[in-house]
């Protein structure tokens, strides 16, 4: 079983905001294989079910970003999934350009509050991660920049985005996540 992880804001008034780009991911994977993220287990929304014959539970956790971990902690001890091989994050990242992912097996938080809180519960920074790009911060004011809403232009790429993710998610389930590195991580595009 995989356990899949998009971080965002719980509240409605952040949808559609630069830091919420996980759970659009989840709500993507949601829609295109039909599972439901409707029930609510370990301070998250979650939705079970087969994505090309892989079992996976998708996680939106509940606890606004900077509390991530204490909804993830929780599904991998009760599912007893291992961080490191059956899991992936799914995050906004400031320092891509919109619309671009890239997929890494593990790493630091990055400055990423939600990757850090998730990080420190685990005890570990081994996990794969997909993280979405969504431009970096031109006026300083790193809060109003990821709690704020795209361009029509920009929401166009985040939008195309999404099928860059659920490709490097299906190469991830297969068990070749070099593949989605070598494929997805290309140079950027400004």
Known sequence: MYLIVGLGNPERKYDGTRHNVGFEAIDAISKKF???VNHKEHKGLVGKGLINGHKVILLK???YMNLSGESVYPMTEYYEID???EMIVISDD??????NIRVRKKGSA???NGLKNIISLLGTNEFPRIRVGVGECEHGDMVNHVLG???AEDRERVDASMEKVIGALELFLEGDL???MNKYNVKEIK
């Open 61 to 63: 956790p509940q606890t």
């Open 34 to 36: 039909g599972i439901e």
């Open 110 to 112: 990055g400055g990423h």
């Open 149 to 151: 809403h795209y361009d």
């Open 83 to 85: 961080p490191t091989a």
């Open 178 to 180: 070099d593949a989605a």
């Open 94 to 99: 400031v320092s891509l350009s919109t619309g």
